[in-house]
């Protein structure tokens, strides 16, 4: 049976405002600006905070879905407790899994969910294996993972980034994305999911996986730490000069984290 959406980022969107172009020069140059501001602030280069392998680091992903980071941290050391691998996952009763994630929010989607994504991993895999992703180009590893139902454009990119595959994919997450939005990289209408396309090619092609991983970090941690959802703190941002939302400016966002 098909699923509830939990991943808002995909859902498209009609009748708005066009978003900027892909590699559009002035936001490109824009983007490094903003990159080279914010590393000297969070510290680049940034240390990973996973070392998980690609099937842990999905699950991970798919826990952490609006929930904060110690409550999905808390559900996948619980689901590992329980299970002895991801496997006896698959085998598992929902209210099983779901008893055991019940901290994150929406565990009823996520319980059924989480074992759906490993069972057709494994239909397609033979195994719950993803090492052969690291042979793959980014793109490709990528669309081969959001072929799953379940698995949306910035759970793709969390598994390439953040696992030890530690491939130069970009996540975005609520914060990246409001801070990219009020900033002015993205248009005001551009979800979650559309954004991943257009603040990658903002970047250079050739950037590593650790130049990548920083700037999904220090967007991150500006949104946690400065630009907050409400009242962001425009007094003491070092981006505000380049920011048409400072100070509630005109392009301010109505974004939701
Ligand atoms: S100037 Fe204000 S709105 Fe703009 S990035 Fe900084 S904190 Fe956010």
Redesign the pocket.
């Known amino acids: 049976m098909p699923l509830a959406p939990i991943q808002t980022e995909t859902r498209p969107r009609t009748g708005r405002k066009p978003a900027p172009a892909p590699g559009d020069p002035t936001l490109a140059e824009k983007a490094l600006a903003i990159h080279a501001r914010l590393c000297p602030v969070y510290g680049c280069p940034i240390p990973y905070f996973h070392s998980l392998d690609p099937v842990s680091e999905l699950i991970s992903s798919l826990l952490s879905h609006r929930t904060r980071n110690a409550e999905s941290g808390r559900a996948f050391k619980a689901l590992r407790a329980r299970f002895p691998d991801w496997e006896a996952v698959i085998d598992a009763e929902v209210p099983e899994i779901e008893a055991a994630i019940a901290g994150v929010t929406w565990p009823e989607l996520k319980a059924p969910r989480i074992r759906d994504v490993l069972r057709a991993l494994r239909d397609r895999c033979g195994s719950l294996d993803l090492a052969f992703l690291a042979d793959m180009e980014v793109e490709a590893a990528r669309d081969w993972l959001q072929a799953i139902p379940g698995i949306g454009p910035k759970t793709s990119a969390a598994v390439l980034s953040f696992s030890t595959l530690r491939m130069p994919a970009l996540p975005v997450d609520s914060h990246h994305h409001r801070?990219a939005q009020?900033?002015g990289l993205i248009g005001p209408r551009v979800d979650v999911g559309p954004s991943h396309v257009i603040l990658r090619a903002q970047l250079p092609a050739d950037w590593s996986a650790q130049d990548l991983y920083d700037n999904h970090e220090i967007l991150m941690l500006?949104?946690q730490k400065?630009?907050?959802h409400r009242n962001?703190?425009?007094g003491r941002?070092?981006?505000?000069d380049?920011?048409?939302?400072?100070?509630g400016?005109a392009g301010?966002s109505s974004t939701r984290s």
């Open positions: 801070v009020r900033l500006h949104g400065v630009c907050h962001p703190a425009c941002c070092v981006l505000v380049l920011c048409p939302s400072a100070n400016g301010e």
